[in-house]
């Protein structure tokens, strides 16, 4: 039987990735629509300007030790 070679380093990155991306997105979206509905949606938008940056740390976060991991494995 011929299988293809299983790439699990790029299934793995693709996951983290897909897990990065949700995260975000989530701590955004819902964060957002949970401070419109408890404080009000005029407060949005003071909220968004702290839950943005707060993606944002986390994406750094995934990026330095993303690269730890690239030059470690080299």
Known sequence: MNRKPTDLRGARKRAERTLL???AVFL???G????????GWD???PALLCLVPGAG???VL???LS???RITRD
């Open 32 to 39: 957002g629509v949970l401070i419109g509905l408890v404080y």
């Open 43 to 45: 407060k949005v938008l």
């Open 57 to 59: 740390a986390i994406l």
């Open 21 to 23: 991306i949700s995260v």
């Open 62 to 64: 995934w990026l330095l």
């Open 67 to 69: 690269s730890i991991d």
């Open 28 to 30: 955004v979206v819902v």
